[in-house]
């Protein structure tokens, strides 16, 4: 017999938290090691409890950069980001800063087990489009990067220069400037200084 997966749970609203915590105990091949974890406090968590799969809560991120932080430091980790009715474009972005699943808070029970399960093998669960087509409507969380601004982000956090990422990107320099002033205020920081140290 396998040993069970290991799973860190964010803290959610009382009716979420409630229900995840009830889902992840009928299964026995899951096994809650910590739940109820503020955000602040999901790195400590990931590092002292060493989980396959942390479920995250999107509304509880201060920006999309700290999904990219959490896999970059704790890449044994998968990501279950859980949101309320999220957009294909905000499932894409928190999949290109390498969660391993984004779904709805409103995903059926056997559907959001299957993601962990997947996740702790490490396999990407891609979000399918709503029936109709459309896209949900948005909800509260971190206001996203487009693609263009996280290819600037990441030259940024290189150390390039403005001109450099410019020639890089094949883009002016006041553009770039555009995109970094956007970045800046998208992941609330003022400075490439405190971006650095973000």
Not at 50 to 55: F, G, M
Not at 76 to 98: I, K, T, W
Not at 174 to 189: D, Q
């Amino acid at each position: 017999m396998r040993a069970p997966v290991g799973v860190v749970l964010a803290r959610f609203e009382d009716l979420v938290d409630r229900g995840l915590r009830a889902l992840l105990a009928e299964d026995e091949h899951l096994e809650l090691l910590a739940a109820g974890v503020p955000q602040e406090r999901i790195a400590a968590a990931i590092a002292q409890h060493r989980p396959q799969v942390a479920l995250l809560n999107y509304g509880s991120l201060r920006t999309p950069l700290e999904v990219r932080e959490l896999v970059a430091a704790h890449p044994d980790a998968h990501l279950v980001v859980l949101a309320n009715r999220p957009s294909p474009r905000e499932c894409s972005q928190m999949l290109a800063f390498g969660a391993t699943a984004c779904l709805s808070k409103e995903t059926q029970a056997r559907d959001v087990l299957s993601a962990i399960h997947l996740a702790s093998r490490g396999l990407q669960v891609v979000r399918q489009t709503e029936p109709d087509g459309g896209e949900p409507a948005l909800q509260r969380g971190p206001e996203l990067l487009t693609p263009r601004e996280a290819a600037v982000l990441e030259l940024l956090q290189a150390g390039r220069s403005n001109g450099e990422i410019a020639a890089q990107l094949h883009i002016g320099v006041e553009t770039v400037r555009t995109h970094a002033r956007a970045i800046y205020r998208k992941l609330g920081v003022r400075s490439r200084r405190e971006l650095a140290r973000a």
